[in-house]
Every structure is written in C-alpha cells, then in structure tokens.
C-alpha cells in the first residue's frame, strides 16, 4: 500500500466538553487524520448527542458507527469510528461486549467512591469496521478497557477480542 492513513485514537471523557472536541478534531482532520477511533462516547438525556454533533458540524463525507448502552446514564459508555468516506469505504461494523466484572475488588470501589465515581462495573465495548482503502482491506477496531481490576482484567478482555478477530476472515491491516 503506498498511501499513508493517519489515525487517531480519543478518549473523549464522556463526551463532556463537546465545543472542546470538535474543535480538536477539525484541526486534527486539517492536519491530516482520517479516521478517530473514540472511547468513552455516551449519551445523556439532558446534552445533544456528540455523534450528532460531530456529523453536523463535519459534513457529508465523514461517517460514525458506534456502540454504546441504552441505560440512559454514565454505564452507557462506548466507542465508536469516524472516518471520512472519501478514503475509506466501509465494508462490515461488528460490534462485541467485552467481558464484564462482577464487582470490582474492594480497594478500587474504595478508590472510585473517594473520588465520586459509580463503583458498579462498567460495561466495556469494542466496535470493529471492516475497511477497503485503494483496494486493500483492513480492519480496525476501537475498544475501551477497564481502568480498575489490574492487569489481569485488561488481558482478558483483549484476549476475548483477539479470539473473536481470529474467526474473522483474513484483512491485509489491522490496526486495534
């Protein structure tokens, strides 16, 4: 593949601060990003939806799949790709749950309460877009870990993800 493809992984916190991020990502995309894999997209009732938001504001040429919750509060959080259309053309978006904590261990619920954050596991998500660029196929993927539960809990999530990806049918990229 001779053409270069830049990337730009965001946490964007919940999606507070949506003028903050857009403005980030429109000087990002002049700087030449054409793709954002986003961690941490939620939807709450009483703010416009930054998926709505970024669209509006870039045009027809960039697209958004996402994946989060339907609690309606911060359990919701997800992730999501956005990609300008014009370089990638979208062939497939799976969506997966990774595995989930039953409880966190008491010293990070200790942690989390101290600092006023929800202690209840969050559901963490994966969204993977199956891509063509200039004829070549490559699939990317979006994810977002647990913060809490140490190394252990991290790995097993991405090892979920890396067996569910090994079933997939063969991309000549992948970036995760």
């Known amino acids: 593949m001779n053409s270069v493809l830049s990337v730009a992984t965001y946490n964007i916190e919940y999606s507070r601060r949506p003028k903050l991020l857009v403005k980030t990502i429109v000087q990002m995309i002049q700087n030449g990003v054409k793709v954002f894999c986003f961690q941490e997209i939620l939807r709450l009732p009483e703010n416009e939806f930054i998926v709505d938001i970024l669209l509006k504001e870039l045009g027809k040429n960039w697209k958004l799949e996402f994946f989060i ?3 309606g509060n911060y359990l919701d959080v997800g992730v999501g790709i956005l990609w300008n ?4 053309k979208l062939q497939k978006i799976e969506k997966i749950n990774l595995p989930k904590m039953k409880k966190y261990p ?3 619920r200790l942690v989390l309460r101290s600092v006023g954050f ?3 596991p969050l559901q963490n998500r994966a969204i993977i877009g199956t891509f063509s660029l200039n004829d070549h196929s490559l699939r990317m993927t979006s994810l977002r870990l ?3 539960g140490g190394t252990k809990n ?12 090994k079933d997939k049918p063969k991309v000549e990229y992948e970036i995760i």
Do not use: C, H, N, P
Request: net charge negative; aromatic share 8%.
């Open 106 to 108: 008491m010293l990070d």
């Open 85 to 88: 259309e014009s370089t990638l």
């Open 154 to 165: 991290r790995i097993k999530q991405v090892q979920y993800l890396l067996d569910f990806i």
């Open 69 to 71: 919750g339907d609690e």
């Open 146 to 148: 647990d913060t809490v």
């Open 118 to 120: 929800i202690d209840a």
